[in-house]
């Protein structure tokens, strides 16, 4: 069976995850970011390579020296049985020391907040969030977001013709 994908490496290239939470950036100015993993229990891990899960309205908060994501959906596996996972729940991200410390410190200054930006599954097969630390965006910021994505598109229409 020369030349089909032999390797388990081959599958998860072809099966890639990346699930985005695509208002954060919206709503944020991202000043630092972290890669973490999750601690996920039962059939999660199923569901989110097959992309049933949903970063909308998530944070993540510090308490007693662990990160904890909020508000994160992870919808049922559909050949799941009676034990199943409950879809919204809270769930712990494995990150160093040092680095929660920072994050600690980053979400104790006001206006800035941890949000997580993406769920993906690394070349090991692990589920893996990116985290960020940002600082939610005034209305003018936003609208400046958005001027400048409509001038890119613009010019990106431009130089097609």
Known sequence: MAGQCSDYRDIMKA???NIRNKRARFDYEITDTYIA????T??????????????????????????????????EYFYGSYNNHVAR?????LLNRKEIQKLQKA?????????????????????????????????YDKRQSIRE???????????KK
């Open 107 to 139: 979400s104790e200054d006001p206006g800035y907040t941890i949000v997580p930006l993406k769920v993906f599954i690394n070349e090991r097969g692990l589920a893996k969030m990116q985290i960020g630390v940002g600082r939610g965006k005034k209305q």
């Open 42 to 75: 039962g059939t999660e891990i199923k569901s989110i390579r097959d992309g049933k899960a949903s970063l909308v309205d998530t944070y993540c908060l510090v308490e007693n020296g662990e990160v904890w994501v909020k508000g994160m959906n992870i919808s």
């Open 89 to 93: 729940r809270d769930r712990k991200l």
């Open 37 to 40: 993993g999750i601690v996920l």
């Open 149 to 159: 994505r409509e001038d890119k598109r613009a010019i990106d229409r431009m130089f």
């Open 15 to 17: 099966n890639e995850v």
